[in-house]
């Protein structure tokens, strides 16, 4: 697979700049800048997912895979189709890896974002564009 690094560079800039709008605006200015990167990338979730059942919410901790925590006990198969999205991002873009996941079932869709997320955080907090 061959690495997009012109797709990835116009997701990171327009997240770094839907994120300082968000920060910009006072219903956001309270919100940790993790969270205001996955309420960045959630439109964008919620374009390429079919409607679902509304997600419960899991807590945010990761393991040392990356992935949320509460994948721990989930088959190793749905843990490797969460992994392979997130580097997918990085590889084929966000939009093309989000049209892509909409065809996956709602639980491994949330668990794509909270680790798209904490890829993205870091991603962007290492260019200091959060």
Known sequence: MMFNHNTLEQDIKRLSQDIAEKRSSP??????????????VAPMLEEAAPPSQPAQVQPKEEDDSGLPAYLKDSPEEIKLEVE??????????????????????????????????????????????I
């Open 27 to 40: 219903e956001y200015k309270n919100m940790s800048e993790r969270d205001l990167v996955k309420n960045a």
């Open 84 to 129: 392979q999205m997130v580097d997918a991002v990085f590889h084929e873009g966000l939009r093309k890896t989000l049209a892509k996941a909409k065809k996956s079932n709602p639980f491994v869709l949330d668990a794509f974002h909270d680790a798209l997320t904490d890829k993205l955080y870091d991603e962007l907090k290492a260019r200091k564009l």
